[in-house]
T-cell receptor, first 113, second 110 residues
Framework: DTAVSQTPKYLVTQMGNDKSIKCEQN?????MYWYKQDSKKFLKIMFS???????INETVPNRFSPKSPDKAHLNLHINSLELGDSAVYFC????????????FGPGTRLTVT | QKEVEQNSGPLSVPEGAIASLNCTYS??????FFWYRQYSGKSPELIMS??SNGDKEDGRFTAQLNKASQYVSLLIRDSQPSDSATYLC??????????WGAGTKLIIKP
C-alpha cells in the first residue's frame, strides 16, 4: 500500500543517453516535487507541480524536463546524461497550499558512467 | 548566511541518553517547521512537525520552537541504536516550498 512510489529504483546508464524516472502518489495530494540528493546528502529542490501546473522551477539544466499528466503522477525526463547527474532523485508529495509536510518516495539512484 | 543551518555532526550520544539536535532559520515569516529522519540509503521520513512556540511531544521525541530566536530543536529521549541516522530540519518558505538544512548525522553508541 505504497504512498509515493518511484520507478526504477536503480538506473545505470552511459553518458549521452536519455532516461526517464516515474513517480506516482496515492495520497490524494495536490502538490508533487522532484529533489536531487548528491553525495554530500544535501536535498536540492528541482521542480514542483500543483495540480498539474508547474509552480517551482529551480535553476536546473534544461536537459531536465518534468511532466505531470495528472495530479497523481510526476515524471522526470533527462536528456544527454552527464557524469554530474549521478545522484539519488526523490519524488515527494504534499497535500497542497497551506499544508507543507512532504512525503517522499523511495528514491531512484542514477549512476552515469 | 544559509537559510536553514544545522551542525553537520556527527553527534555521538550514548545509548539511553538524550540526543539534542538544533536548527536555526533566517526567514522570520516561516510558520511551519519539520524534522525528518533519513537512514543511510533510504528516503527522508517525517517524524515531527511544529507550528507554535513551545514544546511538542510524541513518544520519545520532543520538538521545541522559539520563533523569537529563530530556533527549532529536536530532543530524543532514551536514545536507541536504531535512532542512528541523519536528521534533517525543514522550514516553509512559501505555500509550496520547504527549505532544508544540510542535516545532522546522529550516532548512538551502544
Amino acid at each position: 500500500d505504497t504512498a509515493v512510489s518511484q520507478t526504477p529504483k536503480y538506473l545505470v546508464t552511459q553518458m549521452g543517453n536519455d532516461k526517464s524516472i516515474k513517480c506516482e502518489q496515492n495520497l490524494g495530494h495536490d502538490t508533487m516535487y522532484w529533489y536531487k540528493q548528491d553525495s554530500k546528502k544535501f536535498l536540492k529542490i528541482m521542480f514542483s507541480y500543483n495540480n498539474k501546473e508547474l509552480i517551482i522551477n529551480e535553476t536546473v539544466p534544461n536537459r531536465f524536463s518534468p511532466k505531470s499528466p495528472d495530479k497523481a503522477h510526476l515524471n522526470l525526463h533527462i536528456n544527454s546524461l552527464e557524469l554530474g547527474d549521478s545522484a539519488v532523485y526523490f519524488c515527494a508529495s504534499s497535500p497542497g497550499p497551506g499544508s507543507y509536510e512532504q512525503y517522499f518516495g523511495p528514491g531512484t539512484r542514477l549512476t552515469v558512467t | 548566511q544559509k537559510e536553514v543551518e544545522q551542525n553537520s555532526g556527527p553527534l555521538s550520544v550514548p545509548e539511553g541518553a538524550i540526543a539534542s539536535l538544533n536548527c536555526t532559520y533566517s526567514d522570520r515569516g516561516s510558520q511551519s517547521f519539520f524534522w525528518y529522519r533519513q537512514y543511510s540509503g533510504k528516503s527522508p521520513e517525517l517524524i515531527m512537525s511544529i507550528y507554535s512556540n513551545g514544546d511538542k511531544e510524541d513518544g520519545r521525541f520532543t520538538a521545541q520552537l522559539n520563533k523569537a530566536s529563530q530556533y527549532v530543536s529536536l530532543l530524543i529521549r532514551d536514545s536507541q541504536p536504531s535512532d542512528s541516522a541523519t536528521y534533517l530540519c525543514a522550514v516553509n518558505r512559501n505555500n509550496y516550498q520547504l527549505i532544508w538544512g544540510a542535516g545532522t548525522k546522529l550516532i548512538i553508541k551502544p
